[in-house]
């Protein structure tokens, strides 16, 4: 057996991933792309799998093309929980940003093959110890959870689509987790409560331990209910190409160290943080996933030292 085989018939350290699985078309400051591979899902898979075996749970339509499909598989991304539907069309996502690269404007969401979605996990998805509810339909969420057996670390997604439309469920979805990423925008929306730290205590009075707040280019805080808290610092990049994904990278980074260590100490946790921020500052410096097909675990480890170089500083004397 290859190394990378004895990998992936572990299951101590796989993470599943459910999430939508996209064609974005987007538009930048610094261009356009139309029906381009994208999905919440899709972003966290790929960064996660730099760090250890990724489970995909999805559904697309007959126009995904195979070439995506083909890429996901290349990146070692156990696929056999990603539905096709015959004759339906893939889930397609369309925004813009403009001024303030953190805020996305949706133009339009068509849920499509996602409207009649079940996600049925394979037999063998189910004792996964780690699991990432990429942002879609909290219902669905619920279903992924009801159906896991053996979970050691629980962590969700979403966004302001789901907090207005499904606001009960996604409660519901809270409740059930350990880690919960949100945006800074989300989390007040959320909360009804402007100051963050605020809107963290009411988060964690939800359920989950860990609140992480992504500020986009302001970086991101890890929030822990025992009252610490953790900055971490964006990476100063001077061309921010499409942030379309950055919030998904990072989730997918930080769920991929967490689970390659298993290690839940907050020292690690804060690790996880950086490694999450490392996956976002590179997804952003290209649109769709083009910069993370290039991206090589050299890359990873070199801008991770960087990071911690950037908020180095002296103690008192
Ligand atoms: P992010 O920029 O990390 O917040 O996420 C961007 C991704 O979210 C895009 O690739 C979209 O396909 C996906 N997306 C947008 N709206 C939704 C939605 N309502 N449900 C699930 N995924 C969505």
Redesign the pocket.
């Known amino acids: 057996m290859r190394l990378r085989d004895l990998e992936l018939s572990s299951t101590t350290n796989t993470v599943l991933i459910v999430?939508?699985v996209?064609l974005?078309s987007v538009e930048t400051p610094a261009g356009t792309v139309a029906r381009a591979l994208?999905?919440?899902a899709t972003?966290s898979s790929v960064a996660a799998s730099f760090f250890c075996p990724v489970r995909l749970v999805g559904v697309v339509g007959e126009d995904f093309p195979k070439e995506h499909i083909e890429f996901l598989a290349s990146r070692g991304i156990d696929i056999r929980g990603l539905q096709t539907v015959a004759g339906g069309r893939t889930?397609h996502?369309k925004g813009s940003y403009e001024g303030d690269m953190n805020q996305?404007n949706?133009i339009a969401?068509e849920l499509n093959v996602f409207q009649d979605f079940r996600p049925i996990l394979p037999e063998d998805y189910k004792s996964s110890p780690y699991v990432f509810l990429a942002?879609?339909d909290p219902d669905l969420q619920l279903q992924v959870l009801d159906q896991m057996t053996s979970l050691r670390l629980a962590a969700c997604d979403t966004?302001n689509?789901?907090i207005n439309g499904k606001r009960d469920k996604l409660i519901e979805v809270l409740k059930r987790v350990d880690v919960a990423f949100m945006n800074d925008a989300e989390v007040r929306q959320l909360t009804g409560e402007s100051n963050l730290a605020r809107a963290a205590l009411k988060v964690h009075d939800l359920g989950p331990r860990y609140v992480i707040v992504k500020k986009g280019e302001h970086g991101a805080v890890m929030y822990c209910n025992n009252s610490t808290c953790f900055m971490a610092a964006s990476y100063p990049l001077t061309d921010i190409i499409d942030?379309?994904?950055?919030?998904?990278s990072f989730a997918g980074g930080f769920m991929g160290y967490i689970a390659k260590t298993g290690d839940f100490s907050e020292a690690n946790l804060r690790r996880a943080v950086i490694y999450g921020s490392t996956l976002a500052s590179f997804n952003v410096q290209d649109f769709s996933l083009n910069r993370l097909k290039r991206l090589t675990m050299k890359d990873i480890n070199e801008r991770y030292e960087e990071f911690r170089r950037i908020v180095y500083f002296e103690p008192l004397r």
């Open positions: 999430g939508s996209a974005d994208g999905g919440a972003y889930f996502w996305a949706t969401t942002n879609i966004m689509f789901w942030p379309t994904g950055a919030g998904d």
